[in-house]
C-alpha cells in the first residue's frame, strides 16, 4: 500500500519497538531460574551459539519449571501490550528459551534470532557485568561511520525486554566478578487466517 507525499512534509519511517516489563512482582522468579541455570550447567556442557566464554543451555527451557512461568507470563504480555502492533498476528507461541551465564570476561557476540519476537529476562546482572546493546539497523547505509547510533540497555533483575527477532544485538563483556544471568526467548507471530 502507497501512500502520498506532500512537498516540505516528513513521514517518520520504520521505527523499531522495544517492549519492557517488569517481573518484580514474581520476587521468586529470578532466584529459581537462577538456581535451575546454576544445577543444569553442572550437569551439561551447554551449547555454543552467540556465547563466547561463556554458557548457554539447550533452547527448550520454557517447558520446564520454572521457566514455564517465565513463558506464561511473557505471552500474557505480549497478548496485552505487543500484539496490537502486529494486526496480522492471531496470537504468539513460545519456541524457544535459554539460560544464558556470563562469567568475567564472557560476552555474546553480534547476533539476530529466528520468528517475530526476541527477548530476555535478566536474573542476575551485576554492575559492569555486560550491557546488551541493539544495533542500529540504518547504521550501514547512513555513512555515519563513527557515529554511535546503538542502543545499550541498563537491565535491572528482573526486568524482560522485548524486540524484534531480525534486530541485531550483541552483550558486552562482562568486566565484573560475579556471573551475569539472563533467560532468553524467541517467540513466533501466528498469522490469522481469517
Known amino acids: 500500500m502507497g501512500y502520498g507525499v506532500a ?82 498476528v492471531e496470537r504468539f507461541e513460545m519456541m524457544s528459551m535459554w539460560g544464558n551465564i556470563n562469567p568475567r570476561g564472557a560476552a555474546n557476540l553480534h547476533h539476530t534470532h ?9 536474573l542476575e546482572v551485576p554492575e559492569d557485568s555486560g550491557r546488551l546493546t541493539l544495533v542500529d539497523p540504518r547504521i550501514r547505509n547512513l555513512g555515519l561511520a563513527g557515529e554511535e547510533r546503538n542502543f545499550s540497555v541498563a537491565a535491572q533483575p528482573g526486568g524482560v525486554l522485548l524486540f524484534p527477532a531480525w534486530l541485531e544485538h550483541f552483550v558486552g563483556p562482562n568486566l565484573s566478578d560475579h556471573e551475569r544471568l539472563s533467560v532468553a526467548f524467541n517467540l513466533k507471530g501466528i498469522l490469522s487466517t481469517r
Open 114 to 122: 529466528e520468528h517475530t519476537l526476541s527477548g530476555v529476562f535478566y
Open 7 to 88: 512537498v516540505d512534509h516528513c513521514i517518520q519511517l520504520f521505527p523499531t519497538p522495544l517492549w519492557g516489563f517488569s517481573l518484580a512482582s514474581r520476587p521468586h522468579l529470578a532466584p529459581a531460574c537462577a538456581t535451575a541455570l546454576r544445577a543444569l550447567r553442572a550437569a551439561d556442557a551447554g551449547v555454543q551459539k552467540s556465547n563466547l566464554l561463556g554458557w548457554q543451555s539447550e533452547d527448550e527451557l520454557h517447558l520446564e519449571e520454572p521457566f514455564d512461568e517465565v513463558s506464561e507470563l511473557v505471552q500474557a504480555f505480549v497478548a496485552s501490550q505487543v500484539a496490537a502492533a502486529y494486526p496480522r
